[in-house]
């Protein structure tokens, strides 16, 4: 006996059996039960949705021979026959080698003869966007105004090249591509009526990979039963179904999140010495990311089309990464997929895709920033103003005072040492006033800058006085932040040892004023960025004051 494909063999007979496009079987249900039967009807959608088959359905259910019915019986002559392809009423065209305009105008002479048995004549022409403009122009008058007796059916894969002229003379239904979840339900029976042995898992994979296609999703298993010999074991699927190794998925996955450029590099490497195409695993990675996102959000990993230990590790590590890394990568991986799916150099795109998406771990949030729970490093000074700052007057240091008296404060500084016992300071880090402000503006050039316009910074014994000007609201808020409060009893801690403490009061504002500018006076570049506002901007966007513009209007 000849071996029929499943694809045939399990093409629905009736329209209780096309899967679903339930909108348009409920339409054309009604339509037949209550004779509104139009001229013409245009099917549109992907290849094995359902288009052809509908037609035929219908063309059945048009001349059964207990019809016009809701489904027609599939036991008269004219439905045995109609499905056979046999049925001299029902006539199916190809338009791919049926376009000329003269085959065409034979076509529609024909047809205005009444039909030799059935109820209706029907005419079924497939990829009807395949016809000249000539065609369709011979095509027009019949479609607009046909014999009582005609019905055509039109399939086309490409609505929009078919001419709005057509468009307008038809009744429209698109069909639509059928979710996964229904294809791997109707492949679950198939595979139980044929006794193929295969697991859910396994029917999830070659529904998704049917990408919405029916017949391609049934085709798919019969090649997979054939291979297996009736069973289709998990792994024989994601191989031959196009799969790529999860391993590499994962180990990906794990160099992005760390920020492992090398190990990102040799997952590209072995994808182009494996001769895999460097398109198709990136779409499948952009999945493999999509299912960790939804394991994030509390999903069910019974439900990701993944073996079941695969799918509990990638529910670990999307844990692991949290909700908003995993859609943070995402965007960045769809910014580059168009770039990867069009470029000649798809290995190569693919690798920079993969490197630009391991330095996410290096980026710092602005919301962070601004909230101040995290600093960006400060610039590195050059030799000059690095000796510069090792010689600043500790006390009052905006305030730019007289030669003499900075010689004397800093003579002061320099006998700063730490308490008896402590352990020594941090290398690099002088265990003097100006060391630990050249430790904090490392660390946070923000709050150094406010401790910067103190009236007075000394260290009396085993504490660090910060003497605050009456005037200064700002400074007291910087310092009772805990932040702030930890970083600086770190750095003491560095700089000093771990005896010394800080503490602040409010000074008679007895040292000398800041100088600020006169009205009618522009402010000098130093005086602009001494201030503590202008210091957390540049802080945030890594900038210098180039020069100071005066506002004419102020």
Known sequence: MTYQVLARKWRPPDFASVVGQEPIVTALRNALTEGR???????????????????????????????????????????????????????????????????????????RYGPARDRYKVVVIDEIHRLSRQAFDALLKIIEEPPAHLVFIFATTEIDAVPATILSRCQEFHFRRVPSDIVSALLAKIAGDEEIDAS????????????????????????????????????????????????????????????DRPAVAAAVTRVEDEGWDPRSVFAQFLAYVRDGLHLAIGGDAATVDLPAEEAERLAERARTAGFENLLRLLRQLL??????????????????????????????????????????????????????????????????????????????????????GAPAPAAGAPAT??????????????????????????????????????????????????????????????????????QTARGSGSVAPRQEPAADEPATQDQVQDNPTVQTVLEIFDGTVERVDEDQES
């Open 335 to 420: 910014a580059s997929e168009e770039t990867v799916r069009r470029s000649d150099a798809s290995a190569l795109a693919l690798e920079i895709a993969w490197l630009r998406a391991a330095e996410l771990p290096r980026l710092t949030r602005v919301e962070d920033l601004l909230a101040g729970r995290t600093s960006l490093p400060a610039p590195k000074q050059p030799p000059a103003a690095s000796a510069e700052a090792g010689t600043r007057t500790a006390s009052a240091p905006a305030a730019r005072p007289e030669p003499a008296a900075a010689e004397e404060t800093t003579a002061d500084a320099g006998t700063d040492m730490p308490a008896e």
């Open 37 to 111: 039967i139009a001229q013409a009807y245009l099917f549109s959608g992907i290849r094995g949705v359902g288009k052809t088959t509908a037609a035929r359905v219908l063309a059945k259910a048009l001349n059964c021979e207990r019809g016009p019915a809701a489904d027609p019986c599939n036991e008269c002559t004219a439905c045995r026959e109609i499905a056979a392809g046999a049925d001299l009423d029902v006539i199916e065209v190809d338009a791919a080698t049926y376009s000329k305009v003269e085959q065409v105008r034979e076509l529609t002479e024909s047809l």
């Open 433 to 502: 006033v100006a060391g630990f402000f050249e430790r904090l503006t490392d660390l946070k050039p923000a709050l150094a800058g406010h401790l910067r316009h103190a009236e007075e910074i000394v260290l009396d014994g085993e504490t660090l006085r910060i003497v605050i000007s009456p005037d200064d609201d700002l400074l007291p808020g910087r310092l009772d932040k805990p932040r702030n409060r930890e970083l600086l009893d770190r750095v003491l801690g560095e700089v000093f040892g771990p005896k010394i403490r800080w």
């Open 200 to 259: 859910e898992t396994a029917l999830r994979l070659i529904a998704r990979a049917g990408e919405g296609s029916v017949r391609d999703a049934v085709a798919l298993l019969d090649q997979l039963a054939t291979f297996g010999a009736g069973t289709i074991a998990d792994e024989d699927a994601l191989r031959l179904l196009g799969g790529m190794d999860t391993a590499l998925f994962e180990g990906v996955l794990a160099a992005i999140f760390s920020g």
